[in-house]
């Protein structure tokens, strides 16, 4: 299934490659095609023969290796086969990663659901045991080829990028840098502290990526997968008042520590993983933003009010980095 060609731009990514691509694999399209909600990758669903849809990814140019995304895929089929709800892709020929016209893609069978209701306590146990056995069987075994999450690849490397970035207004660059530095300082103290150990993880745990249907949850999308610290799949579920957080957690936890350890120092990362992702996010909008679906749908980036934004945000982290740690006893 594997064709050579040169690498392609989204630009080159016109409906007529799309239902090519497929019917290269061997599927029937019949016509339908409707863009999903997808910035990072261009993905859609597609009907096929008659009745039924498959949901297509076309991998962003240049982002991933080959390697790197089979290993996304063989994470996904080896928590499938331990009946995890995971949607995984669909194999043709033996093959999970397909090429076409100088694009990587994966077809996914078409799984319905809606968001969690995160202040539901029973859902919150039973997302905890899911989440558990994900990271039992991370454990088992480690990424070659995946992002490693620490300070320094989602921090101090996006901060370099973005102090290399004509993006940055020169009047704002000193007061942004200096927040953004101090901010990494305190993530990687606490970082040093705890010393959490690295495993696969999900990645990017959060409830647009947990789809809820009558049979319970099942997870989507795991694109940002990589080895990192327990707590950043735990993190993105909690909100509200530290009380408020103390109660989630205590809930995943209650299920998650049927399958697997927890490691309570990690406790102390929730806001250190918070920061981290706000410095990460501003990096990943700069990357993006020569593709012209991040001006379109991100309007607000790029603007004098952005920047300033972010350096408040920045120095209200490293207040919400000094609070007292979620007490959970």
Known sequence: MSMTAPPASYAELTPEVILQALEHIG???????????????RVYQVGVDEREFVVVKFYRPGRWSDAA???????????????IPIVTP???????????????LAVYPRRGGRWP??????????????????????????FAHRLRLNVQTWGRDALAFLQQSELLPNEMRHNFVGAAEQLL????????????????????????????SDHGPHFVDLDDCCSGPQMQDLWMLLS???????????????????????????????????GLRLIHY????????????????????????????????????????????????
């Open 69 to 83: 995304i089979q290993e996304e895929h063989d994470f996904a089929f080896e928590l499938a086969e331990q009946e």
């Open 90 to 104: 669909l194999r043709f020929a033996g093959q999970s990663l397909l090429h076409y016209a100088g694009f990587r």
């Open 282 to 329: 501003c990096a990943w909008l700069a990357r993006r933003w020569d593709d012209p679906a991040f001006p379109h749908h991100f309007p607000w980036f790029n603007t004098p009010r952005y920047w300033e934004d972010q350096i408040n945000t920045f120095r209200e982290q490293i207040e919400r980095c000094d609070l007292p740690v979620i007490r959970l006893h």
């Open 185 to 212: 300082d305190k993530i990687e103290a606490e970082f040093d502290a705890v010393a959490p150990e690295s495993i696969r993880i999900y990645g990017d745990c959060h409830p647009g990526n947990i789809l809820w």
């Open 240 to 274: 509200g008042t530290q009380d408020d957080m103390a109660q989630q957690l205590l809930a995943i936890l209650a299920g998650y520590e049927t399958f697997t350890t927890f490691d309570y120092a990690q406790v102390q990362l929730v806001e250190p993983l918070r």
């Open 27 to 41: 599927l029937q399209p019949n016509g339908s095609l409707l863009a999903l909600n997808s910035y990072e990758n």
């Open 117 to 142: 209701e995160l202040d539901n306590r029973d859902n919150l146990e039973q997302l905890g045991r899911f989440i558990g056995r994900i990271h039992a069987v991370g454990r088992s075994r480690r």
